[in-house]
């Protein structure tokens, strides 16, 4: 179980939990976004083309186990343009259907609709004079089928109707932060920690030797002897196979400068230091949220940790753990790694609920703003 490993220590729920088997294809995790104003994005675009002189087209994207960003990539690629020209409101999972809207600045509906790639559909275009920029949207509608259910209908049924009555008087779920914000070795929150503390030499230990079961065998194996033999780097990165190219990336430059973990960190993409030190501030807000529910205060919102925030004792006393204080969460070396703070909800609103049992399977409809992640209502479910 990785709940612990991000910081969520408690459920909101009483609702006994059952097995069942989640994402077994991408078919059973069906993402449409919402717009701003309420309009939901089609699995299935109408292709039909608009003419415009504007400098956006917009037009939506559907995906089946498609990376977003290695398709955008592929998109831009085949009308022979940047990638930069294509802009989005939010990121989707890749194991699952996906549809969203996407901002192409000078491309026409003609060129765009010529793209042919598979598991991709392309069509509602309209125009636009201004691109879509990230957080431009209401959040996602989801359809997420868990298959193999351990109970009868019967017992489903039970619980099922338990658990919504709970979602309606708490009106919604913890706004924990999801697995999907620490990556994919739950690990991204304490590179993030020794990126705030400024020991580089540990962030770049973290990220090139941090592993977990389910990763690839050559991926583990590489990490846990760069792991055992720190410092060996010349020996490592042979071991390191080429989908690993950031890690390369990192080792490539330490065998070349063996005591320059800033410069290494620095080969990694801007947007990631934030990512890492985000997933920091999450696993606080984690933790502190898990408190509140055990003391049953779930009103309100809670403050993120962050250099312009008012800290929470609780957070204080985090940070003296970790070595940190709230001066350091300001980064001089790694401006965009610095970490101002904001407000969240304790609780993240569920719209349109409803399920459906059939076959021994289950399936749950439901909308959630944006920010609010759908894992964190199936561990609340489940209890897994």
């Known amino acids: ?11 909101a729920t009483q609702a006994e939990g059952f097995s069942g088997a989640v994402k077994k294809s991408p078919q059973d995790f069906v993402v449409q976004e919402i717009s701003a104003g309420g309009e939901i994005a089609s699995l299935a675009p109408d292709p039909t083309l608009i003419e415009h002189d504007l400098e956006y087209t917009d037009f939506t994207l559907a995906k089946t186990n498609w990376d977003q960003h290695i398709l955008l990539k592929k998109i831009a ?29 000078k491309l026409s509906p003609s060129q765009l609709s010529a793209v042919r790639i598979k598991d991709c ?37 039970a619980r099922l109707k ?34 705030l503390r400024g020991n580089l030499e540990l962030a770049c230990k973290h990220f090139l030797t941090d592993t977990i079961e389910t990763e690839l065998p050559d ?21 390191y196979p080429n989908y690993m190219r ?34 920091y501030q999450s696993h606080i807000f984690n933790l502190e949220l898990s408190g509140r529910i055990k003391s049953g205060d779930l009103s309100g919102e809670m403050n993120l940790v962050g250099y312009n925030s008012d800290l929470s004792g609780f957070q204080l006393a985090i940070l003296e753990k970790d ?19 904001s407000k969240r909800k ?37 209890k897994e």
């Open 77 to 105: 690629n085949r009308v022979g343009v940047s990638r930069k020209r294509l802009h989005y409101a939010g990121t989707k999972d890749k194991f699952a259907i996906t549809a969203q809207r996407i901002s192409a600045w």
């Open 346 to 382: 304790c609780i993240a609103e569920i719209k349109n609920f409803s399920y459906l049992i059939e076959n021994n399977s289950l399936k749950l409809s439901f909308d959630l703003e944006k920010g609010s992640y759908a894992t964190v209502l199936l561990h609340e479910l489940l």
């Open 162 to 195: 338990e658990f919504s009555s709970e979602l309606k008087k708490l009106g919604g779920i913890p706004s924990f932060f999801g697995e999907q914000r620490f990556g994919m070795r739950f690990n991204n929150h304490l590179i993030g920690k020794e990126l």
């Open 246 to 279: 950031f890690e390369r990336a990192l080792l490539n430059h330490l065998i070349q400068f063996p005591n320059d973990f800033v410069g290494a960190f620095k080969k990694l993409h801007k947007n990631n230091y934030k990512m890492f030190t985000h997933a």
């Open 121 to 157: 559909l392309i069509g509602d275009f309209s125009a636009s004079d201004k691109r879509l920029e990230l957080g431009d949207l209401w959040g996602n509608r989801f359809s997420i089928f868990v298959r193999d259910v351990s109970l009868s209908e019967k017992e489903l049924s």
């Open 1 to 11: 179980m990785n709940l612990p490993k991000i910081g969520i220590l408690s459920f």
């Open 219 to 239: 991926g583990k194996q590489a990490r846990e002897f760069l792991a055992e033999n720190w410092g060996s780097f010349s020996e490592a990165i042979s071991k």
């Open 323 to 341: 070595g940190l204080t709230k001066e350091t969460l300001r980064i001089k070396s790694f401006p965009e790694a610095s970490i101002s703070g």
